[in-house]
């Protein structure tokens, strides 16, 4: 598999990759974590990638991480999405106090929003995947920096509730329903 040049990554190449065993659905809020971190990769990997594009072209290297950007966010990310709205955010919204209630609604609607960037960002990953030599280096800032700072939040004000507030049987269906819709 190629990597990135190590000048666009101090410290050394980075993988591109993501299929990497990760957490089991057993403890729901370790695999929301995991799936955060890979947000917070592929987010990131824009930025690099609009970089990358203005520094060397559109080449192999670059149609590979527009790739898998695209499916990340295609794909993972609105299961991921599914698992909040679903799952988590009901769940607590039965047990949570109106301060945590109205987080869980304040972070449902920057889905919502995400989701209008993500749009916007699919389409430029498109171009990049069928030759176009750039990334819009403002839609690959916004893109790289409100998908993280959104998963901090959820982490920050909205998971440290789950295990407090959930019993075990409501976060073992929680798994069991996040395995189901990727027929696991």
Request: hydrophobic content about 45%.
């Amino acid at each position: 598999m190629a990597s990135w040049p190590d000048v666009l990554y101090p410290g050394g190449v980075m993988s591109i990759e993501f299929d990497q065993e990760g957490p089991g659905f057993d403890d729901p809020l370790v695999m929301l974590h995991a799936c955060h971190e890979r947000v917070r990769h592929f987010a990131g990997l824009g930025l690099k990638l609009s970089a990358h594009l203005a520094a060397h072209g559109n080449d192999a290297m670059a149609r590979e991480a527009a790739g898998k950007i695209l499916r990340y966010f295609s794909v993972a990310a609105p299961l991921h999405h599914q698992d909040e709205e679903e799952d988590l955010f009901p769940a607590l919204l039965d047990a949570a106090p109106e301060e945590l209630r109205m987080q869980i609604r304040r972070l449902e609607a920057e889905h919502a929003d995400l989701a209008v960037l993500w749009r916007r960002m699919r389409t430029a990953l498109e171009q990049v995947v069928t030759g176009a030599a750039v990334l819009d280096e403002e839609l690959a800032r916004e893109f790289s920096e409100r998908y993280p700072r959104h998963a901090d939040d959820e982490e920050q004000l909205i998971y440290p509730h789950a295990s407090r507030l959930l019993d075990r049987t409501i976060l073992h269906e929680m798994g069991a329903r996040m395995a189901a819709r990727r027929k696991y």
